[in-house]
């Protein structure tokens, strides 16, 4: 194991000079140290730093070179930081953190040139600027969440209906809700544009919410239009994490559904194995969801950080086979091993598997002879807007 790198400095040491390739920061343990610039004859004190504080980090943070001299005023205890350690923990900040962190950096470098009498930003004029990509793509984000927030004012999101069939008598079972966002000029922008930015920020909490109201509401007419007298139907809703765990979760789905009068039983949430690392509360807000009578279905399953031990644990009445096996079952042992395993095990846990992604007649017949229930794919329909939906035939000849 390494052990904590420490550096001793006897008083006046230099530590470091400006301009220097910053490889490592420091953690003050004991003593002082002055930090200051180093203009032609004189130096210019900058500030003392004492014990439990830090220097040198700025060069680690945006690659530049050392922007002042150090010396130790007193003899000094130091920890020292490397820049991989820095680095790993940088790495793992929100890219908008990351730029506001810049900006701030880049604030004290104009400073420290106004007082050694450079205009402000000079030592950076014509110098390339490492992080240009990273701050364009923050910036970008920015924009993004905005344009997201604003569509959500406006109302510009939607679901989209996928049907999805029996595979034994070819009937119509009940659709996925995949959101769609409509511009005002009619365009259709796709979940992978905007999703990742949803569903890390409170966004996901309003597109959630009405992902929910939308589609629960949408059911009635369903099922009125495809099953007249029943009530053998299902509208399945993508669920994410953050939206899971949230408090009023169970409340705002409930008051949704109580208000439609569509019984628990006809509404699918659709979770993946990543809520289970959201802790203990995502398994009881799971088991109580069950318990109100909602169908629970495990997305992707077998494309993430799969555990058996979480399926076993989840109260789950679904089971989707990701299209990524779909696809390829056909010319990859590997992939055909896992659909046939994953409708055994379903099988054994008496959960409902529904292949996804279905695109071929071939992929269809093969499907039926391994023994999956349902099947949603480009083959039947893409997902399409409510009154398109409502067309579909409520029978598919298989
Ligand atoms: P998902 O839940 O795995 O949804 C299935 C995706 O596969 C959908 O993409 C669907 O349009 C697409 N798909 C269906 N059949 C086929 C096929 O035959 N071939 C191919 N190549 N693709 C097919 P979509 O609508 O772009 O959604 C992408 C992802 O975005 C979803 O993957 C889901 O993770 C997320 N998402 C969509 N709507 C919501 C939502 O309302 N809430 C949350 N939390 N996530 C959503
Ligand atoms: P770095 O640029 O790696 O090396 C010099 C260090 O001095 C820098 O990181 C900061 O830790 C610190 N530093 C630079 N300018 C100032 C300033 N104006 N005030 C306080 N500390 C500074
Ligand atoms: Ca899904
Ligand atoms: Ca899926």
């Known amino acids: 194991m390494s052990g904590k790198k420490v550096r001793r400095c006897h008083k006046d040491e230099v ?7 910053g490889d490592c920061a420091y953690l003050i343990e004991a003593g002082r140290v002055l930090i200051y610039l180093d203009d032609k004859e004189h130096e210019v004190p900058l500030r003392i730093v004492g014990q439990g504080e830090v220097f040198g980090e700025m060069s680690l943070i945006d690659a530049s070179p050392r922007s002042a001299s150090c010396r130790a005023v007193t003899d000094c205890h130091l920890i020292v930081v490397s ?41 950076a004029v014509g110098k390339v600027d490492p992080l240009e990509a990273e701050k364009k793509a923050a910036l970008e984000r ?3 969440e905005h344009r997201i927030a604003n569509g959500l004012d406006e109302d510009e999101f939607f679901p989209f209906y996928q049907p999805i069939y029996d595979l034994r008598t070819g009937e119509l ?13 009619g365009t259709i922008v796709m979940p992978d544009v905007f999703m ?79 809520i289970m690392t959201e802790g203990t509360q995502a398994l009881a807000t799971l088991h109580d969801c069950r318990k109100l009578g909602y169908l629970l279905a495990i997305d992707d399953f077998g494309t993430g950080f799969s555990s058996l031990q979480y399926l ?6 679904d089971l989707k086979i990701d299209r990524g096996f779909i696809h390829k079952m056909q010319f990859d042992d ?29 992929q269809l017949a093969l499907l039926r002879e391994l023994g999956a229930q349902e099947a949603q794919g480009y083959h039947f329909a893409r997902p399409l807007a409510f009154d398109k939906f409502m067309q579909l035939p409520k029978q598919f000849s298989v």
């Open 173 to 185: 079972r009940g659709c996925e809700a995949l959101i769609r966002w409509i511009g005002k000029d």
């Open 83 to 123: 820049k991989q350690q820095l680095l790993d923990r940088i790495k793992a900040v929100d890219p908008v953190v990351r730029l506001l962190m810049q900006v701030l950096l880049d604030r004290l470098r104009s400073q420290n040139d106004l007082i050694r009498g450079k205009g402000p930003g000079e030592s």
């Open 142 to 144: 920015i924009g993004l």
């Open 15 to 21: 530590i470091f000079r400006e301009g220097d390739e």
């Open 334 to 362: 590997k992939s055909l091993s896992v659909v046939k395993s994953l409708i055994f095990m379903a099988d054994l846990l008496k959960l409902r598997t529904i292949a996804e992604g279905v695109e071929t007649a071939d």
């Open 312 to 317: 076993a644990q989840m109260p789950l009445t």
């Open 196 to 274: 990742d930015v949803m569903e890390e920020t409170y966004l996901i909490l309003r597109g959630g919410q009405l992902m929910i109201e939308k589609s629960i509401r949408d059911l009635p007419k369903m099922l009125s239009h495809f099953v007249p007298g029943s009530s053998s139907f299902f509208v399945s809703i993508n669920v994410s994490g953050r939206q899971f765990t949230d408090p009023g979760f169970i409340e705002h789905l409930e008051s949704v559904r109580k208000r439609t009068g569509v019984p628990a039983e006809l509404i699918k949430l659709e979770l993946t194995e990543r």
